[in-house]
C-alpha cells in the first residue's frame, strides 16, 4: 500500500437531457503526486444526482483509506455543497421537508452524503469551467460517462482501492461500473452544458434562508406599469437552432426545479415568455408545459415562485 496522503479530491457530474443519461466523475490527488480517478453512469438520472454520486464516491474513497489528516473537497455544485454544509441538518430536523413543506429530493443520496461525511473533509466551491485542471479533468470523465464513451481512467497502487470501488457497486447495483469501459447507452452525440444558476439568475433565496436578503431584479411592490413589455422571441431561419433554444429553455425550467430556486415575477416572465401582468393574474398552482408553477411566501414576506416537474 502506497504510505502517500490524500490531499485534495474533485468531483463533478453531467447529464445529457435533465433527466437522461448521466455521469460522474471523481479526481483524487495524493501528496506524491499520483492520482487516482474514479467514474460512473446511469441511464436514466439528473445533473444534481450525479454531481451527490460523484461526491458519494469520493467519500466512500477517503473513508476506505484509513486517513485521519484532513482534505479539501472541490465540487462545482452549490446545490451539493450548501447541502452538505448548511441544508442537511435543517432537512432532518424537519423530517426531510424543505423551508416551504416539501420533500427534499434526492434524499436517498442525501442521507448517504451525511452518512459519509466527517470533520476531515472541508468542502470547497470551485467555479465550473474556469480552467481548474482538477475540475475540468471531472468534467471530461462526467461527460464521457453521460455519453457512453469509453475514457482511460489513472488508477494509483492503492490497496483499498478495490474495497471502495466494490462497496459503491454493492450499494447501488444499479450503476455502471466505475471502471473505463464502454457504457450501454443510448445517449445524443453531445451532451448538455451544465447550467450553472448564479450565471443564469441572481442568486434566490436558499431552502433554509431566514434572513432577509436582497430580491433579485423585480419586486412585486413595484406598480405593474413599470414592468417591461415582453416580446416572443423572433424564430430564426434555422429550424434546428430554434428547437434547439426552446430545448435549452426547457433544461433551464428543469434546473430551476430541480434546485428549488425560488423566481420573481420579471424572471418566470422572461422564462417563459409570458407578461408579467399575465401571469399576475393566474391562480396559483398553475401548469405550464411539464411543470407546475406555485406561488410561496418567503420569511421576509416577499413574494417569489417555484417551480415543480410533474
Known amino acids: 500500500m502506497a504510505s502517500s496522503k490524500i490531499e485534495r479530491i ?22 506524491d503526486g499520483t492520482v487516482q480517478e474514479l467514474g460512473g453512469g446511469d441511464p436514466q438520472t439528473t445533473n444534481n444526482r450525479m454531481e451527490m454520486q460523484a461526491a458519494v464516491s469520493a467519500l466512500e474513497f477517503f473513508a476506505a483509506s484509513g486517513q485521519t489528516t484532513p482534505i479539501v ?8 455543497r450548501k447541502g452538505v454544509t448548511q441544508w442537511l441538518a435543517g432537512w432532518k430536523r424537519k423530517g426531510w421537508k424543505t423551508a416551504t413543506g416539501k420533500p ?39 461527460r464521457a460517462f453521460s455519453q457512453g464513451r469509453t475514457l482511460y481512467l ?22 455502471q461500473s466505475l471502471a473505463a469501459s464502454s457504457l450501454e447507452i443510448s445517449s445524443p452525440e453531445a451532451s448538455v452544458s451544465q447550467l450553472t444558476m448564479t450565471e443564469l439568475l441572481e442568486p434566490s433565496l436558499s431552502p433554509e434562508s431566514t434572513s432577509e436578503k436582497a430580491v433579485p431584479s423585480l419586486k412585486l411592490s413595484e406598480s405593474p ?58 391562480a396559483s398552482p398553475w ?3 411539464n411543470w407546475q ?17 410533474l
Open 10 to 31: 474533485y468531483t463533478d457530474g453531467a447529464c445529457a437531457g435533465n433527466p437522461g443519461p448521466g455521469g460522474w466523475g471523481t479526481v483524487i490527488y495524493f501528496a
Open 73 to 80: 473537497l472541490y465540487t462545482d455544485s452549490e446545490y451539493l
Open 104 to 142: 427534499v429530493l434526492n434524499q436517498d443520496l442525501w442521507e448517504e452524503l451525511d452518512r459519509l461525511n466527517s470533520p476531515q473533509v472541508e468542502w470547497q466551491y470551485v467555479r465550473g469551467h474556469s480552467g481548474d485542471p482538477g475540475n475540468e479533468r471531472c468534467d471530461e470523465i462526467a
Open 154 to 175: 489513472q488508477q494509483r497502487s492503492f490497496d483499498r482501492t478495490d474495497a471502495a470501488t466494490s462497496q459503491s457497486e454493492t450499494q447501488q447495483p444499479e450503476k
Open 225 to 282: 406599469a413599470a414592468w417591461p413589455t415582453m416580446k416572443a422571441t423572433n424564430p430564426t431561419t434555422n429550424p434546428s437552432m430554434d428547437l434547439k433554444l426552446r430545448l435549452e429553455t426547457l433544461r433551464m425550467a428543469d434546473e430551476i426545479a430541480d434546485r428549488q430556486y425560488f423566481i420573481t415575477t420579471l424572471e418566470l416572465a422572461q422564462l417563459i415568455q409570458l407578461e408579467p401582468t399575465t401571469i399576475e393574474q393566474k
Open 287 to 289: 401548469v405550464w408545459r
Open 293 to 309: 408553477i406555485d406561488r410561496v411566501t418567503h420569511a421576509t414576506g416577499e413574494q417569489f415562485w417555484q417551480l415543480q416537474r
